[in-house]
């Protein structure tokens, strides 16, 4: 099993910052890809950034420019750095990651619980 855990959401106001984290542990040999996806109420989850053990990055358009995603390999760790927040960013923010599990060497993918972040004055 490959557990995920979250922390860093809030509430800010418009045009702040805030910084999510996202912390794997358990059975891993090897994570590839950890990726931050978000919902907002009455709509499906899409997907707002992603990086692999190479440091390629993928971002949505809504987000380019504002949000910078970045990993700790050796702490298995993914961080989502949040700036210049609009209203339409709040939602939940779950994060992802692709592997492979050290117990049965099969790939995994797991989530974690989500973090809400609101954006409002």
């Known amino acids: 099993q490959v557990q995920l855990v979250e922390s860093g959401g809030g509430l800010v106001q418009p045009g702040g910052s805030l910084r999510l984290s996202c912390a794997a542990s358990?059975?891993?040999?090897?994570?590839?890809?950890m990726g931050w996806y978000r919902q907002a109420p009455g709509k499906q989850r899409e997907l707002v950034a992603a990086?692999?053990?190479?440091?390629?990055?993928n971002y949505a358009d809504s987000v380019k420019c504002r949000f910078t995603i970045s990993r700790d390999n050796a702490k298995n760790t993914v961080y989502l750095q949040m700036n210049s927040l609009k209203p339409e960013d709040t939602a939940v923010y779950s994060c992802?990651?692709?592997?492979?599990?050290?117990?049965?060497?099969?790939?995994?993918?797991?989530w974690g619980q989500g973090t809400q972040v609101t954006v409002s004055s």
């Open positions: 992802n990651a692709e592997g492979t599990n050290s117990d049965s060497m099969v790939h995994f993918g797991s």
């Open positions: 358990g059975s891993i040999f090897s994570i590839y890809a």
């Open positions: 990086i692999t053990s190479g440091g390629s990055t």
